[in-house]
């Protein structure tokens, strides 16, 4: 045998080995191997924005507009280790709320998500603004190590995230943002700052007042841990010029939270107050 012929077999064999047993796997092999055992997950396009939800409630483009994010979902599940989780709580809840002011009548309302799908943070309050929605609320559920914290928390953006959003809004390059009807764009650095920070400042009061109103309404029908607005930089809330809150409501891990929040007493309670809060509002803030 020839070196050269040696040379081509110790190449060749190895390669022709790696062939058959490839074969042999693909046809002969065990379910679970091969290509099964691949888990796919079907992700969002790497660019472009979602799709936006429909808006129910009056055809009159005039009536307020309140946009409800039920927290988490899809892959996400939230807080919560036995059978309730807290992607379906909130979504039940958010539901609940919409109906409550589709019920009432003169206030329109949309959903960041109506079903099991995941958004990431900056998507949720990205919908409210591109429907330019007037009030903004994100629904939670709270967890903690031990059974015995229970009650509802109402959050607005602490003043430290809105000096930061406000620094970040003004900083952006493409200048593409626009606040209260006036586009940043057009405007120099400094002429841009103010804007933000002016609209900022007046965002986080009327947010402080929605969040009054979510505690005083909710006397008697819903449970609070804290009877004073708390506040915090929860990316979800960092919009310039969108009133906003987080409302945590309740415990997941507090058995008797848990079991509240999944009622039809108390979705209907949680509905009840928060409708009422939202209405008062727009009575106090008139869109527009």
Known sequence: MTRRLQIALLVLVPVAVLVLLFWVDRTFGFAGRGRDYVIRLELPPPAGEVGLPKIEGPLDPSRPLVVIDA???????????GPTKEKEITLALARRLRDELLKGGGVRVALTRADDRFLVLEERAGIARRLKADLFISIHADAAPNEEARGGTVYVLSEKGSSQTAAALAEKENRVNV?????????????????????????????????????????????????????????????????????????????????????????????TATANAIRVYFARHRPG
């Open 71 to 81: 927290g988490h979902g899809g892959f996400d599940p939230g807080a919560g280790s």
């Open 179 to 271: 606040v209260n009807g006036v586009a940043l764009s057009d405007q120099s650095d400094d002429v841009a700052n103010i804007l933000v920070d002016l609209a900022q400042r007046e965002t986080v009061a009327q947010s402080e007042d929605f969040a009054a109103l979510i505690l005083r309404e909710g006397r008697g029908l819903l449970h609070f841990r804290d009877s004073a607005i708390q506040s915090a930089a929860f990316i979800v809330l960092k919009s310039a010029d969108l009133p906003s809150v987080l409302f945590e409501a309740g415990y997941i891990t507090s058995p008797e939270d848990a079991a509240w929040l999944a009622s039809r007493d108390g979705q209907a309670s949680f509905a």
